[in-house]
């Protein structure tokens, strides 16, 4: 009897933190999104002068930036996203990587949890409900391209996931 009533403790025990931490993580998804209200199409300025493309074109250097920041997309469409690592060859030569998140995330917190992520290569699996598509960190001279698609109209981010690029290294796909 005694032996059942450890097992039932241990089965409890089991049941209720492995809920608690779905719970935790939920919550932070779902602050993250609460904290950041989703753009409207016609609040990002250019946009309008942008045509339609089903291939994104990415490259990143040394100096934190991507090349191109605003893309104009159809929403059910298939995309190509490439990214090009273009640093050049020197001892600070820099990793980068693209992160495309669901409209509305907190990019802030994502970049919190993503930075502790090295085994990921900054890509957090915790946190695979909020991203549509990422390339692999790309070294100097690499490249990487992936396909997704976006299934409805908004405005999303997108980030080098990388520790300390996400504050320059963004920029946003407005699907429509």
């Excluded at 032996?3 to 089965?11: D, G, L, Q, T, W």
């Amino acid at each position: 009897m005694k032996k059942i009533c450890v097992y039932v403790f241990a089965v409890a025990l089991l049941l209720s933190s492995c809920g608690q931490g779905k719970s935790d993580q939920g919550d932070k998804q779902n602050t993250s999104k609460a904290a950041q209200p989703a753009e409207n199409i016609e609040t990002v300025p250019g946009i309008e002068k942008l045509e339609f493309s089903d291939s994104i074109k990415l490259e990143a250097n040394e100096n934190m930036r991507f090349n191109k920041e605003l893309f104009r997309v159809r929403a059910g469409k298939k995309i190509r996203l490439i990214l090009k690592n273009t640093s050049a060859k020197s001892n600070m030569s820099m990793s980068h990587n693209v992160v495309i998140l669901n409209s509305g995330t907190d990019i802030a917190d994502f970049a919190d949890v993503a930075r502790k992520a090295k085994n990921e290569q900054y890509v957090p699996s915790e946190l695979t409900s909020i991203i549509i598509a990422h390339t692999k960190l790309v070294s100097r001279g690499e490249s990487d391209k992936v396909e997704f698609m976006i299934p409805h109209a908004g405005v999303y981010d997108f980030i080098c996931s990388f520790p300390g690029h996400w504050g320059t290294m963004q920029g946003k796909i407005v699907a429509e």
